[in-house]
């Protein structure tokens, strides 16, 4: 495969996968960002956990949607997170979800 046959598909997914997330986004809670990935969820749970002059956090997450391309599955019933960085939660406005 050539470089941008490889970069046609992974753009492909990419706009499936918003998609997807546009269609899902309803069903959902909370929108929660790491360093790593993006989750959609209904219940998030967050422990700030200190490590000497450092903080780490854990996360529980329930009934959660993980943006992904590349997973099988998205749609995961617990999720457990550790992460280094900051966390971002937000709940999300049923006002939000309203199509113009």
């Not at 009934?63 to 749609?75: L, N, Q």
């Not at 550790?82 to 049923?94: C, W």
Request: charged content about 30%; some cysteine.
């Amino acid at each position: 495969m050539m470089s941008q046959d490889i970069e046609g598909y992974e753009n492909n997914l990419e706009l499936d996968l918003f998609r997807e997330y546009r269609d899902v986004m309803h069903l959902f809670t909370y929108v929660v960002e790491t360093e790593r990935r993006f989750y959609l969820c209904n219940q998030v749970d967050v422990q700030v956990k200190p490590v000497g002059n450092d903080v780490f956090f854990e996360l529980r997450l329930t009934d959660a949607w993980v943006w992904d391309i590349y997973r099988t599955s998205r749609f995961v019933k617990n999720v457990h997170v550790l992460s280094f960085k900051d966390v971002n939660i937000e709940e999300i406005a049923k006002s939000d979800l309203e199509l113009p």
